[in-house]
T-cell receptor
Framework: GENVEQHPSTLSVQEGDSAVIKCTYS??????FPWYKQELGKRPQLIID?????GEKKDQRIAVTLNKTAKHFSLHITETQPEDSAVYFC????????????FGTGTRLLVSP | EPEVTQTPSHQVTQMGQEVILRCVPI?????FYWYRQILGQKVEFLVS????????KSEIFDDQFSVERPDGSNFTLKIRSTKLEDSAMYFC????????????FGPGTRLTVL
C-alpha cells in the first residue's frame, strides 16, 4: 500500500538556524503534498503544500521542494523561532479514496532560544 | 474564516459502549474524512465519504465503525462497541472537491475507553 517515510524523527536547532525535514513517498500517482504543523493537543494545521506540477514553493520563512523522479519532498524553515517548535507531518495523497492523505511519522522540532 | 468543528472535545466511555463523534464540515465542502491519531503516533486514515456514501475505508474501519451524514451539515462517526485500543484522537476533515484541494482538519475528539 501507500507509504510515506519521514526523517528525522526529532530535530533540535538554535533560534535563527535553518531546519530541514525530508519525506519520501511510494505511490507514483500522488500529486499533492501538504505539510501540517501540530502543536500539543491541537489539530494539524496546514502550513504549506505543493502540487506535482511544481518543483518548489516558498511562503516567507517556509519552503517546500519536490522531486517527483526520486519521490522526495522536503520542508525548509529558515530563521527558526521558538514558536516554530511543534511536530511537523508530511503527507501525500493516495490515488484512491478520493485522495485520502497518507501521513509520515512526524518530526518533533525543538527550537531553543 | 470557516472552520471544521467537532463535538465533544473529549469523550470518556466504558469498553463495550457505543459512542458517536460529531463533525460539522465547512459548508461548501463535498468530501469528508475521518482520521485517528493514537497518542504520540502519526495520523491514520479511517474513511472517506462523498455523495452520501463511503468511497474508501481502511483496515482499521471494521464492522464496529460506521459513518453517516444525517442532515446537510453534520457528519458522524459511530463506534458500536468500543475497545480499549479505540482510545485515540479522532479528527474529521473536509475539502471542497478537487484532487489537490486542501483538507481542513477539525480540532479533534479525544476518545478514552476505560
Amino acid at each position: 500500500g501507500e507509504n510515506v517515510e519521514q526523517h528525522p524523527s526529532t530535530l533540535s536547532v538554535q533560534e535563527g538556524d535553518s531546519a530541514v525535514i525530508k519525506c519520501t513517498y511510494s505511490d507514483s500517482a500522488s500529486n499533492y503534498f501538504p505539510w501540517y504543523k501540530q502543536e500539543l493537543g491541537k489539530r494539524p494545521q496546514l502550513i504549506i503544500d505543493i502540487r506535482s506540477n511544481v518543483g518548489e514553493k516558498k511562503d516567507q520563512r517556509i519552503a517546500v521542494t519536490l522531486n517527483k523522479t526520486a519521490k522526495h519532498f522536503s520542508l525548509h524553515i529558515t530563521e527558526t523561532q521558538p514558536e516554530d517548535s511543534a511536530v511537523y507531518f508530511c503527507a501525500a495523497t493516495a490515488n484512491t479514496g478520493f485522495q485520502k492523505l497518507v501521513f509520515g511519522t512526524g518530526t518533533r522540532l525543538l527550537v531553543s532560544p | 474564516e470557516p472552520e471544521v468543528t467537532q463535538t465533544p472535545s473529549h469523550q470518556v466511555t466504558q469498553m463495550g459502549q457505543e459512542v458517536i463523534l460529531r463533525c460539522v464540515p465547512i459548508s461548501n465542502h463535498l468530501y469528508f474524512y475521518w482520521y485517528r491519531q493514537i497518542l504520540g503516533q502519526k495520523v491514520e486514515f479511517l474513511v472517506s465519504f462523498y455523495n452520501n456514501e463511503i468511497s474508501e475505508k481502511s483496515e482499521i474501519f471494521d464492522d464496529q465503525f460506521s459513518v453517516e451524514r444525517p442532515d446537510g451539515s453534520n457528519f458522524t462517526l459511530k463506534i458500536r462497541s468500543t475497545k480499549l485500543e479505540d482510545s485515540a484522537m479522532y479528527f474529521c476533515a473536509s475539502k471542497v472537491a478537487g484532487p489537490t484541494d486542501t483538507q481542513y482538519f477539525g480540532p479533534g475528539t479525544r476518545l478514552t475507553v476505560l
